[in-house]
């Protein structure tokens, strides 16, 4: 959860490098230390949304509304926080985040509320939330943690629609709802749409990426 | 009032509805310490314990609280704040009382707090609108769930070491792959009961 800490260079941003830097702060979420494959951070509420590619991608805008919002309030507070009851603190701000987000959702996508449940109050509980909060905001300037923040969700929204698009076109044979796979000739695979669909899905996404980009230290246990 | 029996709630949220295999909730602390049945065993209790407390808690605050007050907006801050302050408790009881239990479960009290299971299952209480006895059920039966689910894979985990995994899917992938199979095996209680 420390990885961010190799590129924390104080407050003050000298502008000449801070394009770069931004830059690969962005890479870095995104693509480098992508929050699911390398980090398998927050793969819970990932998974059970992924059932259609919708509600992926709306959590996958919740997770970008709060982290970014999140790791900016954190971050200008970061001086301020004692360091003894910050944990707390980034618990509040990422609730208060995540309870605008459920009120929206609430009163203008009502049908969208009732889909995803319990799972946009469990953003709160999402690793990658707090885990940015914890290695990258409480370090860097407002900006650069914003930056942290919106790269770190599209990587995850990312990962959450390759799951989601893999899930819904075996499983029902439709991409955000348009038949693409015609009834004609292809049989539902219903067992994706259900649990198990999600963790086969996850696991040959996770054997994928790591088959790609072979990790030098290899998890311990089989 | 959801209409269903408390004998039901209990043995679906074990089996056909459980937590981790059908509800997704918990995966985290499932894929990090599922490596051997003690650790595993001792997480297990540890939060079936704090479930049970938690959703009792959170239920009387829920409906004693916030619903008088019209204050059920606030309930994904009251939850969390309820179970920091119930695990910090905890753990500061077990280590003035019982310190041979401190450190059975102690080391993993401060994981729980963050374990999406504890506030996915409070979630899940007030979405379902049960009352008191099914919130206490549904709570205990959810820990147990999800304590069979980890020993489950502490138990294959151990097994595995033996086994000639490929490399890039060594880690979570395969237990990735292994979860879905369980999750296939526990659909198959489906016709048991329904909710």
């Known amino acids: 959860m420390s990885q961010a800490s190799d590129h924390s260079h104080g407050s003050g941003d000298e502008c000449s490098s801070c394009r770069g830097l931004c830059k690969e702060t962005m890479k870095d979420g ?11 951070l927050g793969i819970c509420s990932c998974l059970a949304v992924t059932n259609r590619l919708e509600n992926a991608l ?58 995803l449940g ?27 943690s914003m930056v942290d923040g919106i790269a770190n969700s599209i990587g995850f929204a990312i990962v959450l629609a390759l799951v989601a698009v893999v899930r ?46 072979p990790r030098p230290q290899s998890e311990t246990g089989a | 009032m959801n209409p269903t029996p408390v004998v039901s709630i209990f043995i679906a949220s074990i089996l056909t509805n459980n937590i981790l295999l059908a509800s997704f909730l918990g995966m985290c602390s499932f894929l990090v310490c599922s490596n051997s049945i003690e650790t595993a065993a001792g997480l297990g209790t540890a939060v079936t314990f704090v479930l049970v407390c938690t959703t009792t808690l959170n239920y009387l605050i829920y409906h004693l609280i916030l619903v008088p007050l019209g204050l059920e907006v606030l309930a994904f801050i009251i939850f969390i704040a309820v179970i ?8 500061m009881f077990v280590e003035r009382f019982s310190p041979s239990l401190y450190y059975a479960l102690g080391i993993f009290l401060p994981l729980i707090t963050v374990n999406c299971a504890i506030l996915g299952a ?5 979405l379902r609108e049960y009352n008191f006895i099914q919130s206490v059920a549904f709570g205990f039966g959810a820990g ?45 209680f489906a016709g048991m009961i329904n909710m």
């Open chain 2, 144 to 188: 147990l769930g999800w304590t069979v689910a980890i020993l489950i894979m502490a138990g294959l985990r151990q097994r595995m070491g033996y086994s000639n995994v490929p490399e890039p899917l060594r880690g979570t992938g395969i237990v990735m792959l292994i979860t879905g199979v369980l999750a296939m095996t526990f659909m198959g």
């Open chain 2, 122 to 126: 409070s979630l899940f209480m007030v």
């Open chain 2, 84 to 91: 920091a302050a119930f695990v910090q408790f905890v753990e």
């Open chain 1, 58 to 115: 709306v959590m996958g805008g919740a997770l970008l509304f709060v982290l970014t919002l999140s790791n900016l309030i954190v971050s200008l507070l970061r001086k301020q926080m004692p360091h003894r009851i910050r944990m707390i603190a980034e618990v509040a701000i990422i609730a208060t985040f995540v309870i605008f987000f459920d009120l929206f959702l609430k009163a203008f996508y009502f049908d969208m509320s009732k889909q």
């Open chain 1, 118 to 144: 319990p799972y946009v109050g469990l953003i709160i509980t999402n690793c990658i939330v707090m885990g940015r909060a914890e290695a990258f905001a409480l370090q860097n300037s407002p900006l650069m």
């Open chain 1, 30 to 40: 995104i693509y480098k230390n992508n929050p699911i494959t390398c980090q398998v």
């Open chain 1, 168 to 213: 819904e076109l075996v499983g029902s044979g439709t991409l955000l709802g348009v038949q693409v796979l015609s009834e004609a000739w292809y049989v539902k695979n219903v067992l994706f749409v259900l649990a198990p669909g999600a963790f086969f899905t996850a696991g040959f996404l996770i054997w994928a990426f790591n088959a790609i980009h």
